[in-house]
Structures are given as structure tokens and as C-alpha cells.
């Protein structure tokens, strides 16, 4: 998804004109999020880390929380703030992924170098403590609202990247392994896209029930956006991936399509259990007999089908909202989230 796909792949009508507005009101608003990104965090006199800094962002990406941010503003009376609350968010999230690229040792990002292999792991994480650093700058300008969800939503992030370290093997507490990872989704990817569609519509006058159930759609939507990630990194070429392939196998992570490939049964699921049995998966032949096993199993099939279920949660909770063109996004977006994994 790009800011070229908007009308076609997100449920906007080209035929009708409320629609069309909608949509250029929304390209615009991302070219000023994507010009806001580079200027907060550029560190004068500093252009090494400048450099480092932007190298994510100039990457590009899907950019859907600041897409989360401004339709959530749609529905206030007063959009203004709505970049600075996009650019919050999005900032989040590439700190975060500076993080995770340390953790899991990845060596791309969005189809580029990632920083941990262009400048090493200490200075990886540094820059990821100075983007979030840049963020709360940005956050503090939108209010203690802004201030209290962010950090609120940071700790959730923080803990869903702990519980995932854990793995659902290891420490489940009262959780069986299905509860422990939908636990891990959803504070780890659906809490930021909840933020975003929680701030884009406080900062421009939503009423409190519109609020809420943008938070809510927000963690439906983000867990089926997540459970299709994971697919996708089973199911996709690393060419299509813009990362390796597999990088969740490398780091002995199970992700919701292992879980129903390991429960099954037969000679593919007991092949499977010794491999990813003994953690990451760091033999390039074992990865790939890995990948062909889980490729061919249920497992994908059974976690695409729970996906279309959080969608069609977060679709009819979309449809509760005022008729508008960002409801007719948020419903397109419930499919596009999941059509993506096949």
C-alpha cells in the first residue's frame, strides 16, 4: 500500500466526488507527514546523525498509522493538528524498528541496508532512543492527552516485545501459547495503530465516543494487520518482503500460522516440531526445509481465517461510525489488511 493506492485498494469510490476530495486531502496530508519527518529529526550541526536518523524514513513504507491519524481526524471539526499527530506516531514506529532490527539482527529494512548493519548495534540502538526522544518532543506540543497515550502505548510496546522474547513456551503465566501470542499482537503492533486513529481524532474535536471506537478498531485492525505480516513471512519472497524472509524463524519466534502448523498432525508437523523445536533457525537448509513444510501446512490457512475474523470485527465497529469518506476507507482498509496475506 502506497499514497498511489488509496482510492483503489481502500474502499474510496473514484466515482464519487466527496470521495476524490477525500482521498487528495489525504495525499497531501502524508506529503506534509513525510517533510515533517525529515525536519523533526534533523540534528543541525549534527549531519552524521541526521543521516542515521532519516535512513528508515527516506526508505519509505507502508506509512499506514499517519494514513490511521488522519482519517481519524476526518471525523473532528478541526484537522490541523492532525499532522503533528501522524508524525508522532510514525516516529514511534521507526524507533521501534530501529530497536528490532538490534534484537533480531536483521540486515534489511524496507528494502535497504538496515541501520545495525550500516553502523552496528550500539549506535542502532542509540538512534532509535534519540528518534523516540524526537517523538516525545512532538508529543509534548500536542498536550498531556498526546503525552499520556504515547506513553501509555510505549509500555505496551515495550511489553509485547518482552512477552515475545519469552516465547509462548517458556513463561505463559495463566496464558495458554494461542492467548500469549494474540497478547503479544496486540500490544506489540495494535496498540500503535489504535493510538493513531485515538489521536488523529482528539487532536481535531472528535467527540469521546468516536474516540473510543477508533481505539477499538484500531486493535482489532492492527492484530489482523499483524497475523497477515506473519503470514507473509512464511508465505512471501524476500524481494516482495522488502526483509528476509523467515526472519521470524531465524529468531525462534512462533508466530500464530507455527502454532496451528504444530498442532497438526502428520510427518510435516512432527519435521517441523524438531526443527523449530531446538529455537532460531539459523541453518540456511533448515530454514528453507522449514519454510516448504510451513508453506504447505494448514497453519497459514487457519490464521488467515482468524485475520478475516478481527477484520470483520473491526469492519463493523468502522461501520457504527458517521457515513463519510473515512468510514469508507476504515471498511476498505478491513479488507485490504487481510487480502494482502494470500
Not at 504515547?150 to 496464558?175: I, K, S
Not at 485475520?307 to 482498509?333: F, I, M, V
Request: proline share 4%; glycine share 10%; with cysteine.
Amino acid at each position: 500500500m502506497n499514497t498511489t493506492t488509496i482510492v483503489t485498494e481502500l474502499g474510496l469510490d473514484p466515482a464519487d466526488e466527496r470521495h476524490t476530495a477525500f482521498d487528495a486531502g489525504l495525499r497531501a496530508g502524508l506529503a506534509r507527514v513525510e517533510e515533517e519527518l525529515q525536519e523533526v529529526l534533523r540534528s543541525p550541526g549534527h549531519p552524521d546523525l541526521t543521516e542515521a536518523a532519516t535512513h528508515l524514513v527516506r526508505a519509505g513504507g507502508k506509512r499506514l498509522r499517519p494514513l490511521m491519524a488522519l482519517t481519524g481526524a476526518a471525523f473532528g471539526t478541526d484537522p490541523d493538528r492532525a499532522t503533528s499527530a501522524a508524525v508522532l506516531v510514525e516516529l514511534v514506529h521507526v524507533a521501534t524498528l530501529y530497536h528490532d532490527d538490534v534484537m533480531d539482527e536483521a540486515p534489511m529494512r524496507h528494502g535497504v541496508t538496515s541501520a545495525n548493519s550500516l553502523w552496528g548495534n550500539k549506535k542502532a540502538v542509540l538512534i532509535g532512543d534519540y528518534v523516540l526522544a524526537c517523538a516525545a518532543r512532538v508529543g509534548a506540543g500536542l498536550g498531556d492527552y498526546a503525552l499520556r497515550l504515547q506513553a501509555n502505548t510505549f509500555g505496551r510496546l515495550v511489553r509485547g516485545q518482552f512477552l515475545e522474547t519469552t516465547g509462548p513456551f517458556e513463561d505463559c503465566g495463566q496464558h495458554a501459547p494461542y492467548e500469549h501470542h494474540i497478547q503479544v499482537m496486540a500490544d506489540k503492533s495494535a496498540s500503535l495503530i489504535a493510538m493513531a486513529a485515538r489521536l488523529g481524532a482528539q487532536v481535531s474535536g472528535a467527540d469521546e465516543r468516536i474516540i473510543e471506537t477508533l481505539g477499538q478498531y484500531g486493535e482489532l485492525i492492527g492484530v489482523a494487520f499483524q497475523i497477515s505480516d506473519d503470514v507473509l513471512d512464511i508465505a512471501a519472497s524476500t524481494t516482495d518482503l522488502g526483509k528476509s524472509a523467515g526472519t521470524d524463524l531465524r529468531e525462534g519466534i512462533v508466530t500464530l500460522p507455527m502454532l496451528h502448523a504444530l498442532d497438526d498432525e502428520g510427518s510435516g508437523a512432527a519435521r517441523l516440531r524438531e526443527i523449530i523445536g531446538h529455537g532460531p533457525v539459523s541453518d540456511p537448509m533448515l530454514l528453507h526445509e522449514a519454510l516448504e513444510l510451513l508453506r504447505v501446512s494448514p497453519g497459514v490457512d487457519r490464521a488467515l481465517t482468524e485475520a478475516h475474523g478481527y477484520a470483520a470485527k473491526a469492519r463493523d465497529l468502522a461501520l457504527g461510525l458517521p457515513e463519510c469518506p473515512a468510514r469508507a476507507l476504515l471498511t476498505g482498509l478491513s479488507t485490504f489488511v487481510v487480502e494482502r496475506g494470500k
